[in-house]
Nanobody, 127 residues
């Protein structure tokens, strides 16, 4: 059983920062998990934002997130973070964290690679 819960969303102004938290509850070894952040804006398809491998040593970002967002994890705390700086109105979306437990040192950027998802947290950025 794996449960993911996102928190930290809200309404902010352009240029502000937010830190999203993904809390993972599981009896599985979190050290074998790949975690990703995705987002879905109204009327658009879900898109990849960032991903991190099991120990935080490898990570990747969408072009839209590079230089502004930082993904990190604390396995001892069962949490993965997404620090979002210099937010823009186009960052407005529901943000989801996702996990896949796999014996890999790699990460995944495709949402079809993940089999556990949270309910999402809303981020709204006003201009």
């Amino acid at each position: 059983q794996v449960q993911l819960a996102e928190s930290g969303g809200g309404l902010v102004q352009a240029g502000d920062s937010l830190r999203l938290t993904c809390t993972i509850r599981t009896f599985l070894n979190l050290g074998t998990s790949v975690v990703g952040w995705f987002r879905q804006a109204p009327g658009k398809e879900r898109e990849f934002v960032a991903t991190i491998n099991w120990n935080g040593g490898r990570f990747a970002y969408a072009d839209s997130a590079k230089g502004r967002f930082t993904i990190s994890r604390e396995n001892a705390q069962n949490t993965v973070y997404l620090q979002m700086n210099s937010l823009k109105p186009e960052d407005t979306a529901v943000y989801y964290c996702a996990a896949r437990f796999a014996p890999t040192h790699d990460y995944f950027t495709n949402d079809s690679e993940y089999n556990y998802w949270g309910q999402g947290t809303q981020v709204a950025v006003s201009s």
